[in-house]
């Protein structure tokens, strides 16, 4: 599996980078259920943002999310640090893809991030209550503190007008 994922990453073929993306966020994923700490490396190669890979969509979630689980049980404050950058560049001029974000959120919990915890409670300051950015914010918040922030200390959902509305008629 790391061989294939290594191949995928180095050269992969062009003709279809979203099966691509796919098959490298699944392995990604099985080797971290699995455990298997010698994916690292590699999975490290995802987290900064880099242009040119804007197809890796799903690779780099679930590297991200892969990571979180390998280095659960150790303090990373290097890994901390990079998850951190990827969450506030979702407001950047080049913004971080969603899921990158979300998955940098919930493996802060996964690795008890203590030094970033006012991050995450900025994140779930700004957070609209229902969004999934937020509701990870609040859930790694208490997996780091313990504290809890329920959806009525959360800023309030804001219901926007829809673009296309239905013809009311009487």
């Given at each position: 599996?790391?061989?294939?994922?290594?191949?995928?990453?180095?050269?992969?073929?062009?003709?279809?980078?979203?099966?691509?993306?796919?098959?490298?966020?699944?392995?990604?994923?099985?080797?971290?259920?699995?455990?298997?700490?010698?994916?690292?490396?590699?999975?490290?190669?995802?987290?900064?943002?880099?242009?040119?890979?804007?197809?890796?969509?799903?690779?780099?979630?679930?590297?991200?999310?892969?990571?979180?689980?390998?280095?659960?049980?150790?303090q990373d404050d290097r890994f901390a640090s990079?998850?951190?950058?990827?969450?506030?560049?979702?407001?950047?001029?080049?913004?971080?893809?969603?899921?990158?974000?979300?998955?940098?959120?919930?493996?802060l919990g996964r690795i008890k991030a203590r030094?970033?915890?006012?991050?995450?409670?900025?994140?779930?300051?700004?957070?609209?209550?229902?969004?999934?950015?937020?509701?990870a914010a609040r859930w790694a918040i208490q997996?780091?503190?313990?504290?809890?922030?329920?959806?009525?200390?959360?800023?309030?959902?804001?219901?926007?007008?829809?673009?296309?509305?239905?013809?009311?008629?009487?």
């Amino acid at each position: 599996m790391l061989a294939q994922a290594q191949l995928q990453t180095s050269r992969p073929k062009r003709e279809n980078l979203q099966a691509v993306d796919r098959q490298v966020a699944h392995l990604f994923e099985a080797m971290a259920v699995m455990n298997y700490r010698q994916a690292i490396p590699l999975m490290r190669q995802y987290i900064p943002f880099q242009d040119r890979r804007r197809y890796q969509r799903l690779s780099r979630g679930a590297a991200v999310w892969g990571l979180g689980h390998l280095l659960a049980d150790e303090q990373d404050d290097r890994f901390a640090s990079q998850l951190m950058q990827r969450i506030k560049a979702a407001s950047s001029l080049k913004p971080e893809i969603g899921v990158v974000v979300y998955m940098s959120t919930i493996s802060l919990g996964r690795i008890k991030a203590r030094f970033q915890l006012e991050g995450l409670k900025k994140l779930a300051e700004q957070s609209v209550n229902a969004s999934r950015e937020g509701q990870a914010a609040r859930w790694a918040i208490q997996q780091i503190s313990g504290e809890s922030i329920t959806l009525d200390q959360a800023v309030p959902n804001v219901l926007r007008i829809w673009r296309i509305q239905p013809e009311i008629t009487q």
